[in-house]
């Protein structure tokens, strides 16, 4: 996940920060679930951004220049209040489901720190296909990211989105 620091902040003002972050693909549409910690930095930044704005990065099993990879962008709701929450108890098994150490952390009455949930909704997709100029590389219209197929051949987000657009282009 990449955000930028607040423009208050006393010393990096504007400034780019980026670490990897959990997160689950738990919405039909393509938005992913967070589990929102506002003692990290990342939460922080969401939160004095006017539009809660973040970048997270995707790829297909392991990074590298030979295969497929997709920078999502857009903005984060956080849901403060648990029991407003959408979908709760699904968002959860999900969320579990993907991250089994998160049970530790999860929104509730007895986690270490607070938490809440949290919906990463990209407004934006950047693809890149690969290495050399046999990929496909640059954006991808959001409603093909979003009626992407999930799950399909246990392919990643990165390799959803490039089975979709290399179907679509035959």
Do not use: K
Not at 41 to 60: E, F, T, Y
Not at 93 to 100: G, R
Not at 124 to 145: A, C, K, N, R
């Amino acid at each position: 996940m990449a955000t930028v620091y607040p423009r208050d902040h006393a010393t990096l003002a504007g400034e780019p920060f980026a670490l990897q972050e959990y997160y689950a693909s738990c919405h039909a549409n393509g938005s992913l679930t967070l589990l929102f910690l506002p003692i990290s930095r990342h939460s922080q930044n969401v939160l004095h951004s006017p539009a809660h704005a973040a970048s997270i990065s995707i790829w297909s099993d392991r990074p590298a220049a030979s295969r497929p990879r997709v920078s999502l962008i857009g903005n984060v709701t956080v849901f403060s209040v648990l029991s407003d929450t959408p979908d709760l108890a699904n968002i959860q098994a999900c969320y579990i489901a993907h991250h089994p150490d998160a049970r530790w952390w999860l929104p509730g009455p007895r986690e270490p720190h607070v938490a809440y949930w949290a919906r990463f909704d990209p407004h934006t997709v950047y693809f890149v296909g690969g290495f050399g100029d046999e990929h496909y590389i640059g954006y991808i219209p959001l409603e093909m990211y979003q009626t992407a197929r999930p799950d399909v051949g246990g392919l990643s987000v990165a390799g959803r989105v490039l089975l979709d657009q290399q179907r679509s282009m035959q």
